[in-house]
């Protein structure tokens, strides 16, 4: 069975740090783009940030800039998102997904260009 599972969610002080971790199984993804979606209650998912299958590309959303930084271990089939500086319009449920394309040519960006989807770790900052 193919999948993604995130873990290190949890509540947090404005201000605070968490890391996120996707672990795949059932396949490896080390030739696709992945990356970390969120949507916070009432709104619609958006991309956090993406990664190209070998790491070369990242993506992230300006909200994120400077605060987050994506990464992953090929070799460990996992996906990781570090958050620093975390702010209280960060919470939502995240979600880490992988494309079918590697990402040479353009980072997927929107959620039908990822086809596999872990089942979220919920982010709660506190102000």
């Known amino acids: 069975q193919v999948q993604l599972m995130e873990s290190g969610g949890g509540l947090v002080q404005a201000g605070g740090s968490l890391r996120l971790a996707c672990q795949g199984s059932?396949?490896?993804?080390?030739?696709?783009?992945m990356g970390w979606f969120r949507q916070p209650p009432g709104k619609e998912r958006e991309l956090v940030a993406a990664i190209s299958w070998n790491g070369r590309y990242a993506f992230y959303n300006d909200s994120v800039k400077g605060r987050f930084t994506i990464s992953r271990d090929r070799m460990q089939n996992t996906l990781s998102l570090q958050m620093s500086r975390l702010k209280p319009e960060d919470t939502a449920v995240y979600y880490c997904?992988?494309?079918?394309?590697?990402?040479?040519?353009?980072?997927?960006?929107?959620?039908?260009?990822?086809?596999?989807w872990g089942q979220g770790t919920q982010v709660t900052v506190s102000s």
């Open positions: 997904a992988s494309s079918p394309e590697g990402g040479d040519f353009g980072l997927p960006a929107l959620p039908n260009e990822f086809d596999i």
């Open positions: 059932g396949r490896t993804f080390e030739n696709n783009a």
